[in-house]
């Protein structure tokens, strides 16, 4: 690893200290847990930093139940992403430094904080291509070795349209996540999702909605 890598990893390390956010997360979809949007009047474009409505509808379905679910825009940090995330089910604790700025969406379910269970967007400033970012995601001192992930898979076929890899992980017995890696018009960044296994019912398609919502700021 080169000198600038050790640097980059420093660097990442205290952000994601200063986020609280040293671990990740998955979200594997069931055919029985989805999420269905409600349909929009005006279907905005993810190249689009126009303004988006400050909350909105979609149909969740968990064990096959669908109910209504209400979301709301989270775009704090309107000049990297903004998307929408269900409020009652979630705490959104941002932060930016020199190193970057990352958010992080912590599950809230019931009023019961818990924070091994989140989704937790990332945009590194020193990280400027897909190449850098595999490299900081991979690297023998990066992200996934650092955080003792173990890999269950990697595809390149995701369903979001700014993720170019989804990587599958497991921590211990009680652990699962994914790391995605983004990159959308000239930013990369990545993204991961970590719950309880406990979680496997709830967490997913509650996630998959802020995935589904993620735009990035042209």
């Known amino acids: 690893m080169t000198l600038k890598l050790v640097n980059l990893m420093t660097g990442a390390i205290l952000l994601v200290t200063t986020l609280g956010c040293a671990t990740s997360a998955q979200n594997q979809l069931s055919s029985e847990n989805s999420v269905t949007p409600a349909p929009t009047a005006i279907q905005l474009s993810y190249n689009s930093k126009a ?96 955080n003792g992930w173990r890999v269950v898979s990697r595809s390149q076929k995701v369903a979001y349209p700014w993720a170019k890899e989804k990587i599958v992980f497991s921590k211990g017995k009680d652990i699962v996540g994914d790391v995605y890696l983004g990159q959308q018009n000239g930013k990369v960044f990545y993204v991961i999702l970590q ?16 995935l589904q919502n993620l735009q990035v700021t042209r």
Do not use: C, M, W
Not at 74 to 90: A, G, M
Not at 114 to 140: C, E, M, P, T, W
Not at 195 to 210: E, H, K, Q, S
């Open 195 to 210: 719950f309880p296994v406990a979680y496997g019912d709830g967490f997913p398609p509650r996630a998959d909605l802020i």
């Open 51 to 146: 303004n988006r409505p400050a909350t909105k509808t979609a149909t969740i379905s968990i064990e096959g139940e669908k109910s209504p679910i209400t979301l709301r825009l989270y775009n704090q940090y309107s000049d990297l992403f903004s998307t929408y995330f269900p409020e009652k089910d979630f705490i959104a604790e941002g932060s930016s430094s020199g190193e970057g700025t990352g958010v992080r969406f912590i599950a809230n379910f019931g009023g019961s904080k818990n924070d091994n269970a989140y989704i937790h967007v990332a945009f590194l400033n020193d990280l400027k291509n897909l190449n850098q970012l595999r490299s900081f995601i991979n690297g023998k001192n990066g992200l996934i070795a650092s």
